[in-house]
């Protein structure tokens, strides 16, 4: 069982950063795939980016490639989403998940998820 726990969102003018951490428990941080997904009002969840247990291969929605990049620090049970650029349509609840196996962009596919952090971007 692992508890992922976001932060780090908040209200940011447009072209704007922030970084957005999220915490797991447990020591087997390194076992698992982690990705960001996102969930605007009245939209469904989407996927933001990726990243494998090693840290070696990422993916990323076509909407934050080259603004956003995920990282990972395996010894400190984190994953990153730094996220420059910020546009108003970035606007959303922001969620981490995890996975055993790499599963990109495929939500269903992941086991674990935190409660979301809210990112607003102000025009």
């Known amino acids: 069982q692992v508890q992922l726990v976001e932060s780090g969102g908040g209200l940011v003018q447009a072209g704007g950063s922030l970084r957005l951490s999220c915490v797991a428990s447990?020591?087997?941080?390194?076992?698992?795939?982690m990705g960001w997904f996102r969930q605007a009002p009245g939209k469904e969840r989407e996927f933001v980016a990726a990243?494998?247990?090693?840290?070696?291969?990422?993916d990323y929605a076509d909407s934050v490639k080259g603004r956003f990049t995920i990282s990972r620090d395996n010894a400190e049970n984190t994953v990153y989403l730094q996220m420059n650029s910020l546009k108003p349509e970035d606007t959303a609840v922001y969620y981490c998940?995890?996975?055993?196996?790499?599963?990109?962009?495929?939500?269903?596919?992941?086991?674990?998820w935190g409660q979301g952090t809210q990112v607003t971007v102000s025009s």
């Open positions: 998940a995890g996975s055993t196996v790499y599963s990109g962009r495929y939500y269903s596919q992941y086991e674990y």
């Open positions: 990243i494998s247990r090693s840290g070696h291969i990422t």
């Open positions: 447990g020591r087997t941080f390194s076992r698992y795939a």
